[in-house]
């Protein structure tokens, strides 16, 4: 995929990489610096652990200001 092409070329530009990742998170968690895999099949429940992950990412980013 793009995003797996992608992901080596981070390092080289200084930037840190984390991946939401469902399933077995296939080859892109190899590949990310922090990789963050909801372990289902459902792409529902996946979707919804997702936007639950993103939200309290921004909020700790939000409240540490």
């Known amino acids: ?5 992608s992901l080596p070329a981070a390092p080289g530009r ?3 990489t984390v991946a939401l990742l469902g399933r077995t998170g ?3 968690r190899e590949l990310a610096d922090y990789s ?4 289902d099949d ?6 919804e652990a ?6 309290l990412m921004v909020e700790g ?5």
């Open 1 to 5: 995929t793009v995003i797996a092409a």
């Open 14 to 16: 200084g930037a840190l």
């Open 26 to 28: 296939g080859l892109c």
């Open 36 to 39: 963050i895999v909801v372990p």
């Open 42 to 47: 459902a792409s529902e429940t996946i979707q």
């Open 50 to 55: 997702h936007q639950l992950l993103v939200h």
């Open 61 to 65: 980013v939000e409240s540490s200001r």
